[in-house]
C-alpha cells in the first residue's frame, strides 16, 4: 500500500510486482471481472449481428463486400501485437524496464496500424460499396459491432501510450506495475475479440 | 386507524360482489375451448399455489405465536446449525408440486400453438394500427375493422401482424393473448362455441390512445356469418349510389372527405388509412369505444369533427366546418346510418 | 484525526468523499429522494384510475408517469437504496477499512446521480420518456420524442456507475476480508451482494448494448429495429430482458439479505441452514439468466423456447422455497422481537410467498397468455418488488439506522409505519390480480365504465393512500427521533458492524478483526470477552484522500448526454472531454493518500 511511494527502481522489486500490493491484487482482481463485463457486451452485440446480417434491405450483402486478404493482414498485425505486449510483460518480470518501454511502443505501433486498415476498410465500403451506416440493418450492426471493437483498440492505444509517457522515466514500481499488466490484459481481451470477429463477421460472411 | 376498520369489511363485500367480472370480458368465465384450457391451468396452478401458501402458514404462524419473546425471557436459545433432512423435504416437494404444474403446462403450450390452418379452419389476418384493428378474410376478400365477425363453433386461425408499433391481441372471454409485430406474424387459434358479443383488448402498450384500443369479436351462427360475409364481398349497390336523396349528398361528402382513408364497399381507402366502413352502422361503438346511437348522430358528429379529443395521437384529421358544413355533416351522417351489411333489409 | 481532514468545508467533503460511509449515506439520501419522487409518480397514476375515464392527467402524460414510475422505482430507488446499505454495511462486515476502489466508489455514485438528475429534467426539457420502463421498439425508436433520448442517456450514465459499483463490491468481498473471515463465514448480507453484483457485472452490459443501439437508431440513423430496412424489434426485447430479469434478481437477493440478518438477530438464533441458504443464493443467481424470455412469451418465439423457459422459470421456485424454510426454522425454537425492523421481515415472509406463487402461475406458459401485460403482472411484481425489495429497505433502514445515523428511529411510529404500509400495499395490489384477469390491460391510461373494473380501481387507490401516508410518517420519524441517541450495539448484534464504537469511526477498525466462526461477535459474546480479537497491533492506518475528479467525471458525460440530445457535436465533443481530461489526470497523478496516526486512534477509541 503506502510502501509503495518509497520503492525506487532501483531497489529489488518482488517477483510478481504487479500483484504485490493490495491496490495491485485489487486493480489485477477487478480488471478481470472488469473484461467478464466486456466479454458480456461484445457477446450482446454479436448476437445482435447475428440476427441482423442477412437484413440487408436494398444494400450490399456481406458476400459482396468482405475482401479476406484485408482482413487477413488486420488479423496478422493483431495478432503480432499482442505478440509484442507478452513480450513486454515478459521484460517486466526479467526487470527490463527498457524493454518493457520498447514492446510496449511496438504494441501501440501495431494498434495504429490496425485502427488504419480498419478506417480505410470501413472508408472502401461506404465510398466504394455504398454500405453506409443506415443502408440496412446488417450495415448498422455490422459498424457498430466492428466499430465497438475499434473504438477499444483505440482507447488501448491512447491508454498504453499514456502510461508509456507518464512512466517513461521513472522505472519500474509497485504502483505502475499493475497498469503496465492490466493494460496488456486489455489488450489480449480485445484481440481476441478480433478473433472472433474474424471468424463469426467474416469467415462466416464471405 | 379508523377509516382502516371502515375500509376493511367494505373492501372485502366488494370484493365477493365483484364476482369474476363482466361476462364476454374477463378471463374468469371463459366461453371457449382455448380459454377454458387456460382457465383450468390457472385453477391448478392455484390449487398447487394454496397448498404452498397454506403450509407456510401454518407453521409460520405457530412460529410467531409459540417463539414470541415473553416478557422477562432472557434466554439464550439454542444455536441450530440447521437440518439436512429437513433441507432435502423441503427441496423435493416444490419439484414434485412443480411437476405436476409443469407437464400439463407444456402439453397446453404445444396445443395452442398447433395454428396450421385445415379445410375446415377460418383464417383472418389481424393487423393492428395506432390504436385501431383491421381484419383481413383472405380466402373470402373481405376487410373490415373493429368488429371481426366469426362463425360458432368453427376454428379460427388469427395471423397478427402490425403496421407500426407493437400491439397485442387479447380476448379474454375467448383466449389469452399473442403480440402483433412489426415485421413478424404470429398465430393463434381460438372457438366460441356461443354466439355473443366479446370484448377484445390491445395490450401492448402502444402509444397514447392504446386504452381506448378495444375491438369486439361477434360470434354468430355459420348462416350469419355466411350472409355477413356476402354483404361484405358483394355490398348492395346501395353503399355507393344510395337512393335517398339526403344519403346521396352525403355519399359525395364521403367521397370528398372520408372514402381517400376509410374504404367502403371495397372502393377507398389505403394502407395508411383507417378502417374499412362498409358494415359502420352496425357497430356498437365508434372508434372502438364510443357508445352512439345510429339515429341521433350527435356522438358521431363529435367524433368527426373532433377525433384527438376523443382519442389522442390517432391519425385521423378533424374535420372543422370549413370542410364540412352543418347540412353536408347531416346528409354525411344520413348516409352513414345506411352503412349495413346485415339488417339493411 | 487528520488535521488538514477536518479543516476543510462540510459540503467540500461530501463532495469529494471516498469513505465508503458517506458515499453509502449519498446512496441512501438520493436513493430516497428518488423514492419519494417515484411514489408521487405512483400516487398521480392511481388517483387517475380512481374512477372510469377520469380526466385527471392526459394519455400522454400518464404514459410518461408509468415509464418513468417504473423507470425511477428500478434504476433510482431500489438499486440506489441498496447500493446505500451495501457500501455502509458490507465492508464493516467483513472487517475492512475500505472498499477496494474507494475513488471509483465516488465514480459510481456520482455517475448514478448525474443519470438520475438527467433522466428526470426530461419533465422540463420536453417531456419524460413515454415507452414504458422497457421501452419496446419500435414504439421507443421510431414513434416518441425526446423524452426517449433521457431514457437511453440517462440509464447509459447511472448504468456505468451501477457495473463500476459491482465490480468494486466483488473485489472487496474477494479481497478485503478481516483474517478469519473465510468465503463460508460471511453475513447473507455479504454474500447476497457478492452474487447480486455478480449479477450486476455480468447482466448490465446487455443493458448498455441495447441503449447503445437505441441511441444509434434515433440519433445517427440506424435500422437495427426498422422492419422495412431489415431490422427485427425483438432484438431489443432480448437485450433488455436479458438484462432485465437478472435485475429483478439484483434488487432482491440484497434484500434476501437484510431479511436473513434481522430474522437470525432478532430471533437471538444463528441463520437456519447458512450453507443451503449460500447454495440457494447462487443458484438463484444462475438461474435468473436461464429465463429471461419468460417475459416474452407471447412474443412468438414458439412452443419449445415457451416450454423450455416456463420449466427454467418454475425451477427457481425451489432454492426459493429452501429460503421461506430457512427463514421460518431460523425463528422456530427463537425468542423472537418484534422491533420494528423484525416486522418488516416478519411481514415479508407472506407478502413474498404471494408474490413468488403468482410468479409460478405467470411462469406456467400457456396460462400466461391470459395473466401477461394485464393488472396480473402489475399485481406480481409489485408483490415481489414492494412486499421483497420495499419491504427490505425499510427493515434494513430501521436495523442499521443506529450503525450509520448514531441515532435510534421511535419504535412506536415505526410500528405505526409498518401496519399502515402493509395494509396499504395488500389492499392496492390484492385486488389488482382480479382486475388483470377481469380485462384490464396494464398501462392503460384509464379505463371505461361498465367493464366491471370500477370499485376494484377504487380499492387499489384507497390503499395507495394509505401507503403514502405511511411513508410519510417513516420521513416523520427520521427527523424526531434524532435526539434518541443510539449505544453502539443496541440489537444485540451477531456480526462484526456491531462490534465497533458508534458513530463508527472514519477507519471502521482500529485494529483489523480477528474472525473465529460465524457470526464473529455473538461467538465472542458467548465464548470471549463479548469483544472483538485484533489480529494486529495498532498501527498507523492509510486512508485514500478524498478527490473532486469523480463529480467532474460524471459532469462531463452529464454534458456530453446533453449534446448528443440535441445534436450539438461542440457540447458532446467538451462533455467527453472533461471526463477524459479527468481520467487522464487521474491516471498520471499519484497519490498515496494519508495516515492516520496511532495516537489520534487512540484518543478516539478511549473517548468512544
Request: aromatic share 16%; proline share 5%.
Amino acid at each position: 500500500m503506502a510502501q509503495a511511494e518509497e520503492v525506487k527502481h532501483d531497489q529489488a522489486l518482488p517477483p510478481y510486482p504487479e500483484k504485490a500490493t493490495l491496490e495491485g491484487k485489487n486493480k489485477f482482481l477487478g480488471f478481470w471481472f472488469f473484461l467478464g463485463g466486456e466479454t458480456v457486451l461484445f457477446a450482446s452485440l454479436f448476437g445482435t449481428y447475428l440476427g441482423l446480417r442477412n437484413g440487408v434491405a436494398d444494400g450490399p450483402t456481406s458476400q459482396e463486400l468482405f475482401h479476406l486478404d484485408l482482413v487477413f493482414y488486420m488479423t496478422m498485425i493483431l495478432l503480432t501485437s499482442s505478440l509484442t505486449s507478452v513480450f513486454a510483460i515478459i521484460n517486466m518480470k526479467k526487470g527490463n524496464y527498457k524493454g518493457l518501454l520498447g514492446w510496449m511502443w511496438a504494441t501501440v505501433a501495431l494498434g495504429v496500424a490496425f485502427l488504419s486498415f480498419e478506417i480505410y476498410e470501413f472508408w472502401d465500403y461506404t465510398v466504394n460499396y455504398g454500405l453506409g451506416f443506415s443502408t440496412s440493418a446488417f450495415a448498422s450492426s455490422f459498424y457498430t459491432l466492428v466499430g465497438t471493437h475499434g473504438a477499444h483498440v483505440l482507447f488501448g492505444v491512447l491508454w498504453i501510450s499514456t502510461l508509456l509517457i507518464r512512466y517513461a522515466k521513472t522505472g519500474l514500481t509497485l504502483t505502475n506495475a499493475p497498469k503496465f499488466y492490466t493494460a496488456s490484459l486489455y489488450w489480449h481481451f480485445i484481440d481476441v475479440v478480433w478473433v472472433f470477429i474474424f471468424t463469426v463477421v467474416y469467415l462466416m460472411g464471405v | 386507524m379508523k377509516n382502516l376498520w371502515r375500509v376493511l369489511p367494505f373492501s372485502l363485500i366488494l370484493l365477493l360482489l365483484a364476482g369474476c367480472g363482466k361476462q364476454n370480458l374477463t378471463a374468469l368465465d371463459p366461453r371457449g375451448p382455448v380459454a377454458e384450457m387456460q382457465y383450468s391451468l390457472i385453477i391448478l396452478s392455484l390449487l398447487i399455489m394454496i397448498f404452498v401458501i397454506v403450509v407456510v402458514a401454518a407453521i409460520y404462524i405457530y412460529v410467531l405465536i409459540r417463539f414470541r419473546e415473553k416478557p422477562g425471557d432472557n434466554h439464550i436459545p439454542k444455536q441450530v446449525e440447521g437440518n439436512k433432512n429437513l433441507e432435502i423435504i423441503w427441496t423435493a416437494i416444490p419439484i414434485v408440486l412443480l411437476l405436476i404444474l409443469a407437464v400439463p403446462n407444456v402439453m397446453d403450450t404445444f396445443t395452442l400453438a398447433e395454428t396450421e390452418p385445415d379445410e375446415d379452419s377460418l383464417v383472418i389476418e389481424v393487423t393492428g394500427h395506432q390504436f385501431w384493428w383491421e381484419f383481413e378474410y383472405p380466402d373470402l376478400g373481405i376487410t373490415a375493422g373493429q368488429d371481426v365477425y366469426i362463425p360458432t363453433d368453427t376454428r379460427i386461425i388469427f395471423d397478427l401482424e402490425a403496421s407500426d408499433v407493437i400491439h397485442s391481441f387479447w380476448v379474454p372471454a375467448l383466449a389469452g393473448k399473442q403480440d402483433n409485430v412489426p415485421g413478424i406474424t404470429n398465430s393463434l387459434w381460438l372457438e366460441a362455441p356461443e354466439e355473443g358479443v366479446y370484448q377484445g383488448k390491445c395490450t401492448e402498450l402502444c402509444g397514447e390512445s392504446h386504452w381506448l384500443m378495444d375491438f369486439k369479436v361477434i360470434a354468430v351462427d355459420p348462416d350469419t356469418f355466411e350472409a355477413w360475409a356476402q354483404g361484405m364481398a358483394e355490398p348492395e349497390a346501395e353503399l355507393s349510389e344510395p337512393t335517398g336523396d339526403v344519403a346521396a349528398e352525403g355519399r359525395e361528402v364521403y367521397e370528398e372527405n372520408c372514402l381517400s382513408c376509410h374504404a367502403v364497399g371495397g372502393e377507398g381507402g389505403n394502407p395508411q388509412g383507417g378502417p374499412d366502413l362498409t358494415n359502420f352502422a352496425e357497430r356498437e361503438v365508434i372508434a372502438g369505444f364510443i357508445e352512439w346511437d345510429a339515429e341521433d348522430g350527435d356522438a358521431l358528429e363529435n367524433w368527426i369533427r373532433e377525433p384527438q379529443d376523443y382519442k389522442p395521437g390517432n391519425n385521423m384529421p378533424a374535420f372543422g366546418h370549413e370542410a364540412i358544413d352543418e347540412d353536408e355533416m347531416d346528409s354525411l351522417l344520413e348516409y352513414l346510418d345506411t352503412l349495413r351489411v346485415l339488417d339493411s333489409e | 484525526m487528520s488535521q488538514a481532514y477536518a479543516k476543510k468545508s462540510v459540503l467540500w467533503d461530501w463532495l469529494t468523499t471516498v469513505d465508503h460511509k458517506k458515499i453509502g449515506i449519498l446512496y441512501l439520501a438520493a436513493g430516497g429522494f428518488f423514492f419519494a419522487l417515484g411514489g408521487l409518480e405512483a400516487m398521480l397514476m392511481r388517483i387517475q384510475l380512481m374512477f372510469p375515464e377520469l380526466g385527471f392527467v392526459s394519455e400522454q402524460t400518464f404514459n410518461e408517469l408509468l415509464t418513468m414510475h417504473g423507470t425511477t422505482m428500478i434504476f433510482l430507488a431500489a438499486m440506489p437504496l441498496l447500493f446505500g446499505f451495501m457500501n455502509y454495511i458490507v465492508p464493516l462486515q467483513i472487517g475492512a477499512r475500505d472498499v477496494a476502489f474507494p475513488f471509483l466508489n465516488s465514480l459510481g455514485f456520482w455517475l448514478f446521480f448525474f443519470g438520475g438528475v438527467l433522466l428526470n429534467l426530461s419533465w422540463f426539457l420536453g417531456g419524460a420518456p413515454d415507452a414504458g420502463w422497457t421501452a419496446y421498439t419500435p414504439l421507443s425508436s421510431a414513434y416518441s420524442g425526446t423524452g426517449i433520448d433521457y431514457y437511453v442517456l440517462g440509464l447509459q450514465i447511472s448504468g456505468i456507475g451501477t457495473l463500476i459499483a459491482g465490480i468494486n463490491f466483488l473485489v472487496t468481498i474477494i479481497n478485503m476480508r478481516a483474517p478469519g473471515m473465510s468465503m463460508m463465514r460471511m453475513p447473507l448480507f455479504t454474500w447476497s451482494s457478492f452474487v447480486a453484483s455478480a449479477l450486476i457485472l455480468f447482466a448490465f452490459p446487455a443493458l448498455t448494448v441495447g441503449l447503445l443501439l437505441l441511441m444509434f437508431e434515433r440519433l445517427f440513423g440506424a435500422t437495427y429495429f426498422a422492419v422495412e430496412m431489415g431490422g427485427n424489434v425483438v432484438i431489443w426485447q432480448h437485450l433488455f430482458w436479458i438484462f432485465g430479469h437478472p435485475e429483478v434478481y439484483i434488487l432482491i437477493l440484497p434484500a434476501f439479505g437484510i431479511f436473513s440478518e434481522v430474522l437470525a438477530t432478532f430471533s437471538k438464533k444463528r441463520l437456519f441452514g447458512y450453507s443451503a441458504m449460500v447454495f440457494a443464493t447462487l443458484i438463484i443467481g444462475f438461474l435468473g439468466f436461464m429465463v429471461w424470455a419468460h417475459h416474452m412469451f407471447t412474443v412468438g418465439i414458439g412452443p419449445v423456447a415457451n416450454a423450455i423457459f416456463a420449466v427454467a422459470t418454475m425451477a427457481i421456485a425451489v432454492p426459493t422455497g429452501i429460503k421461506i424454510f430457512n427463514w421460518l426454522f431460523t425463528m422456530w425454537g427463537g425468542r423472537i422481537q418484534f422491533t420494528t425492523a423484525n416486522l418488516f421481515a416478519i411481514g415479508f415472509i407472506p407478502s413474498f410467498v404471494m408474490g413468488g406463487v403468482t410468479g409460478i402461475m405467470l411462469a406456467t406458459s400457456a396460462a400466461n397468455y391470459q395473466f401477461h401485460d394485464t393488472y396480473f403482472v402489475v399485481a406480481h411484481f409489485h408483490y415481489v418488488i414492494i412486499g421483497g425489495v420495499v419491504l427490505g429497505l425499510f427493515s434494513g433502514a430501521f436495523y442499521w439506522w443506529p450503525r450509520m445515523f448514531g441515532y435510534k428511529l421511535n419504535e412506536t411510529l415505526g410500528k405505526w409505519f409498518f401496519w399502515l404500509f402493509l395494509f396499504g400495499f395488500h389492499l392496492t395490489f390484492f385486488v389488482q390480480h382480479f382486475v388483470g384477469l377481469m380485462g384490464m390491460p396494464r398501462r392503460v391510461a384509464s379505463y371505461l365504465p361498465g367493464q366491471g373494473l370500477d370499485s376494484l380501481n377504487l380499492i387499489s387507490t384507497v390503499g395507495a393512500f394509505f401507503m403514502a401516508f405511511a411513508f410519510i410518517l417513516f420521513a416523520v420519524n427520521v427527523v424526531v427521533s434524532v435526539k434518541n441517541k443510539s449505544e453502539a450495539d443496541p440489537w444485540d448484534g451477531r456480526t462484526l458492524e456491531w462490534g465497533i464504537p458508534s458513530p463508527t469511526p472514519e477507519y471502521n477498525f482500529a485494529q483489523t478483526p480477528l474472525v473465529r466462526e460465524l457470526d464473529p461477535l455473538w461467538y465472542e459474546k458467548m465464548h470471549g470477552n463479548g469483544k472483538l480479537k485484533a489480529a494486529e497491533p495498532l498501527d498507523d492506518i492509510h486512508m485514500p484522500n478524498g478527490s473532486i475528479l469523480p463529480i467532474i467525471m460524471s459532469f462531463g458525460l452529464f454534458v456530453a448526454a446533453f449534446g448528443l440530445i440535441y445534436l450539438v457535436h461542440p457540447v458532446t465533443i467538451i462533455g467527453l472531454l472533461i471526463t477524459l481530461v479527468c481520467m487522464f489526470v487521474r491516471s498520471i497523478k499519484e497519490d498515496h493518500g494519508y495516515h492516520i496516526h496511532k495516537e489520534d486512534i487512540q484518543n478516539e477509541e478511549g473517548a468512544g
